[in-house]
C-alpha cells in the first residue's frame, strides 16, 4: 500500500513563507487529481488547492495568489508553496491524491503562523 508522507510544516510569523511537501513510497497510477487540505481546531477539514491530472489547479478563495500547489511525477512528489502566510492559515495540512483505485491521504504536518 503506497503511504504519503508530508513535510515543511512548522512555525512562522505573519507575512513569511512555508514550502509543504508531500512524498509517495510508490507510484500511483491513474490518478484523477492531488490536492492539499486544512483542518483548523474546531473547524471542519477544507480543501485548499487542487490539481488535477491534466494540470489544471484551481484554489479556495482564501488562498488565491499566495499558495501554490506543483506536483513532481517523476519523484511521486507534491508541494503546496505557501506565501504571505496569515494566522487564519494556522491549521493541520494534509496531501490527497485520488485514484481510480483509491483515496489516499497523508499523516498531516502542522502549520502554525503567529501574529
Known amino acids: 500500500q503506497v503511504q504519503l508522507v508530508e513535510s515543511g510544516g512548522g512555525l512562522v510569523q505573519a507575512g513569511g513563507s512555508l514550502r509543504l511537501s508531500c512524498a509517495a513510497s510508490g507510484s500511483i497510477s491513474r490518478i484523477f487529481d492531488q490536492a492539499w487540505y486544512r483542518q483548523a481546531p474546531g473547524k471542519e477539514r477544507e480543501i485548499v488547492a487542487r490539481?488535477?491530472?491534466?494540470?489544471?489547479?484551481n484554489y479556495a478563495d482564501s488562498v488565491k495568489g499566495r499558495f501554490t500547489i506543483s506536483v513532481d511525477n517523476a519523484k511521486n512528489t507534491m508541494s503546496l508553496q505557501m506565501n504571505s502566510l496569515k494566522p487564519e492559515d494556522t491549521a493541520v495540512y494534509y496531501c490527497?491524491?485520488?485514484?481510480?483505485?483509491?483515496?489516499?491521504w497523508g499523516q498531516g504536518t502542522q502549520v502554525t503562523v503567529s501574529s
Open positions: 490527497n491524491i485520488r485514484s481510480v483505485w483509491y483515496n489516499y
Open positions: 490539481i488535477l491530472s491534466g494540470g489544471s489547479t
